[in-house]
């Protein structure tokens, strides 16, 4: 996700497979404090794993200065897709509809 400092909240979306993700926030200002989801990680560190279920997930990423004052928080909004499953008809034969013909014609 492309970041901007003015934007407080982000969306994604992950494939089905996907059952966790870590964020790697980075700071330009080494004395911010970052956490994501409360957790403190170090700029350009990959967070602990954030275990994702279908629905959407927010993840709070917060950055404060090294007192623990000025915070600002950021959330990001990741989406996972149910598997929506394949029907197969055995025997059923596929008949396109023609411009012109409807049901019960």
Partial sequence: LAFSPAVSSYQTSVAH?????????????STAVLKVNG??????????????AVGTTA???????????SIKTYTVFIQVFAVVPELHHEGLQHHPLVAGQGAGR
């Fill in 39 to 52: 957790v403190p990680v170090l700029s350009g560190t990959a967070s602990p794993a954030i275990a994702l």
């Fill in 17 to 29: 497979t996907v059952s966790s993700l870590s964020l790697t926030p980075t700071c330009s200002d």
């Fill in 59 to 69: 993840v709070e990423v917060s950055v404060g200065n090294s007192e623990g004052l």
